[in-house]
Each structure stands twice: as C-alpha cells, then as structure tokens.
C-alpha cells in the first residue's frame, strides 16, 4: 500500500485519509513489543511453568497485620488512595483490598474503608461483598464497612484521622493515589501505634510514607501487589513480561547515556526516543 | 481511547471525548450513592445512640443545609452556600493544610535520626538541600546553593525518573490484564 507522510507526521495510506500518528509511532512500537511479550510470558504461565517472583515485605506483612489486629480484638483500616476510578493506582489498590477483605472475612476482623470519591465507593462495596461471601461470612459484613466520607481531601482527612484516633485500627493499609493528604493520614495512624502499610505510584508522596509506614511499596510494586497476593500463574507471569520489557529499556537507557557521552549518534536515534 | 491516541481524524477523538464525557455524567449521579451512604451510615449511628451520636447530627444538618443552599439558591456570588464556603469550608481546610508544617517536622524527625549508615547519608544530604535552599546558607558556605540545586537537578531527578518508568510499566502491564480478563481481582473475584 503506497503511504507518504503529510506536513504535520500522519501517513496518508492510498486513498485513506490519515490512519495513524507517526510522530506517537514510537510508542505504538514500544506498547506492541510490551504486549506480545507479555502476553508470551502469560501464556508460558498459563502452560504450567513455574515463575519466580521475589517476595515483598510489604505484601508479606498484610497477613501478619491483620493478624495482630484480630489478636487485639481491634479494626483493619483500608485507603484506596484518594483518586477517583479512571486512575489505574485506584482500581490496583480495590485489587488489593479485595484479597485484604478475604483475610479479614476470614479471621472475622472489623474492617474499615473510607472513601473519597462514590464511585470508587461502589467499587469497594462490590469487592468487599464479593470476598466476604467467597470466605461464607456474607452476615459478618456491616453496612459501615465501606462508607463515602467527602469529596474533598482536606475534609477526608480530618474525618479518617478522627476515626483512626476513636476506633484506633490495629493496621492502617493505604494503597492507591495519594496527594497532600498523605502525611496528614499516616502520620496521625503513626501516632496511634498501628501497623502500617502504604503503597503508591506517586514520587512526591514516597517519602512522607516511608518516614510514616512501617512498609512501602514503590511505584511497579504497588501494581504487582494484586498478582503476588493472588499468587495466580497468569498474573505472575505478566510480571515477567514486564520486567524483561524493563530489561530492553534500562539497556536503551545506558546506550543513551554512552552515545550522548560520546557524542556518537545519529540524529534521528534521538527523533526515536522523543515522547509526543 | 488507545486507538484515537495513536489514530488521526475527527470521529475517534470525538468519540473518545464523549466517553469521558459521559463518565462525567455518571460521577455526578453516584455523588448520590455518596450521600446516601453517609445518610445511612450516620443516622444508624443516632438511631442506635452509639458512641459520639450528637457529631453525626451536626454533619447530617451540614450536609443538607449546604446541599439545600447550594440546590435552591446556587452557589454564585452573594448567596448563604458561597457565605458558608468561604467562611467555615474554606478555613478549615487552610486549617488541616497547615497542620501539615507540624506533621512534615515530626516525620522529618523520625527519618533524619541517624541510626544507620542510609539515614545518617539522608540526614547530611536534606541538611545540605534545605541549607542550599534559604539565604543564610550561602552565608555559611557560597557554593551550598549551587550543591543544592545539583542534588535536585541530577540524583534526584533520576532516582524520580526510575521510579516512574517501573511504575508506567506496572500500570501498563496492570491494563493489559484487565484488558484481557485475568485481572479481576477488582471486581472482587480473585
């Protein structure tokens, strides 16, 4: 098919008018080499092979935390984050606390999830449901286990930290999108002695959790959480797809950096890795 | 939407913005879910006369003396929802944001005790950066602006940058699993 490229980047195929963008070809490339491997590396799991996945302290600790609260006769206080559904962080930490509310429908601990936006509240009250009834402790589930608190952080957090402070959870867990309010919550769940546990994908907000929390999860880990947790092949086995990709990006990184150094490249290497 | 990213034309882009559109739309409705939620949850809490009942009475009469205000009288200029949200709303939350100041020194406290080789690096590198960032530490040393601005600049922009390359991966190999159905975990089934 005869194709040209226009004054503004798009290829005009044969008597097709644009089809795709040129200059975001570059990603379109990157995102079909990252889903074939993948999707390669889900399918060997898939087969039976046995991967390995190297474990994580914060995930470790989940099931030992709700152990202590349980021991205490005390609640589990599950964070979301503070984002609303189309956030990806928001639908890994719902991944999460869906395999978190297991353990607490298991051991019949109190369970505690405010949250910012509604419709990620909709969200939680499914997943909770869902795990309550697969460990066959639907009548353990309280109608205030999920409830909406504002939809302003500031608001949110002034209410979350007056809870952490009267009902005073065992393990504070918050997993999803965090802004400002970040410190505000864990370090008031710090001063109450709980256990916590933070994960996000937000750089600015790693460093007020890591002082707070006793466990965080950095940015990929925070993804990988719902895969590890579950323990099931398929997912497993996208984690090694998506660290082979890293592999082929880190090698990118440092041919950058040696040919930038050297000066030895040619121009359009660089046209090659210009985000657009 | 990852076609009408990579895709030219009008028809795709214009569906992709009726969809976000049309998320906006259902956002607005579950606002609804949010306020019944917390109608139930509080008014359980007055009807059984459990622990602190009188607080939730106040943020129930909050709730709907806002929502009434700002429905029948909008929440324009010179109306009692504009009064209420820049008298009361709005001062609280400078409140809570200020609280801030507090818990940052409390938890740069915790951080900076140097216990072990990694927090003792930690605490001369923030004493340089902060030094670097007010007047007088150009007055204790000339160069502490510039060793400042080089700490932020290089190692770390590029500690930041991996951190967001392995968590752009994640999110995408999260997507592919939704996208193809193992990833359910979120709905509940695990």
């Given at each position: 098919m005869l194709a040209w490229v226009d004054s503004v980047g798009w290829v005009i195929a044969a008597g097709v008018p644009g089809l795709i963008r040129t200059d975001r070809l570059n990603a379109l490339v990157l995102l079909i080499v990252f889903s074939i491997v993948v999707i390669y590396f889900i399918r060997r799991a898939a087969r039976g092979e046995k991967l390995y996945v190297r474990p994580l302290a914060g995930l470790q600790a989940v099931e030992e935390a709700v152990g202590r609260a349980t021991e205490m006769g005390k609640p589990v206080l599950f964070i979301p984050?503070?984002?609303?559904?189309?956030?990806i962080q928001t639908i890994a930490g719902l991944s999460i606390l869906g395999l978190v509310a297991k353990v607490t429908a298991r051991y019949e601990t109190p369970l505690l999830v405010p949250v910012l936006y509604p419709m990620p509240m909709a969200a939680a009250q499914e997943v909770v449901r869902e795990s309550y009834i697969d460990e066959g402790k639907?009548?353990?589930?309280?109608?205030?286990t999920v409830q909406y608190i504002a939809g302003e952080s500031f608001s949110y957090s002034a209410r979350v930290g007056g809870m952490m402070l009267r009902e005073k959870p065992a393990a504070n867990i918050f997993m999803g999108t965090f802004h400002a309010e970040s410190l505000l919550i864990s370090e008031v769940g710090q001063s109450t002695g709980a256990i916590q546990i933070a994960g996000t994908a937000e750089p600015e907000q790693l460093p007020f959790f890591i002082a707070a929390c006793d466990y965080t999860l950095i940015g990929e880990e925070l993804y990988a959480a719902s895969a590890y947790l579950s323990q099931e092949s398929k997912m497993l086995g996208s984690l090694k797809g998506q660290d082979l990709v890293k592999m082929i990006i880190i090698f990118c990184l440092l041919a950058g950096i040696l040919a930038v150094t050297f000066g030895?490249?040619?121009?359009f290497v660089v046209d090659l890795f210009t985000a657009n | 939407m990852i076609i009408a990213f990579f895709g030219t034309g009008d028809t795709l882009a214009d569906f992709s913005n009726e969809a976000l559109r049309y998320m906006s739309i259902v956002a607005g409705f579950a606002l609804l879910l949010g306020v019944i939620s917390i109608t139930q949850v509080s008014a359980g809490v007055v009807r059984k006369r459990e622990k602190d009942w009188p607080y939730k009475i106040v943020l129930l009469l909050c709730l709907f003396t806002m929502a009434g205000f700002g429905i029948f009288?909008?929440?324009?200029?010179?109306t009692v929802f504009e009064w209420l949200f820049e008298n009361i709303q709005k001062p609280m939350m400078a409140t809570m944001f200020s609280v801030l100041a507090f818990f940052i020194a409390s938890a740069a406290y915790r951080a900076f005790r140097a216990r072990t080789v990694e927090a003792t690096i930690l605490l001369i590198t923030a004493i340089v950066v902060m030094l670097g960032r007010v007047p007088m530490g150009q007055y204790v040393y000339e160069d502490f602006p510039a060793v400042a601005n080089w700490i932020m600049m290089f190692p770390s922009v590029a500690v930041q940058r991996g951190i967001i390359i392995g968590a752009a991966l994640g999110a995408a190999s999260m997507s592919l699993r939704i996208i193809l159905g193992i990833e359910r975990t979120y709905m509940g089934r695990g």
């Open positions: 984050g503070t984002g609303d559904i189309d956030e639907a009548d353990h589930l309280r109608p205030e030895v490249y040619p121009e | 009288q909008g929440i324009t200029s010179g």
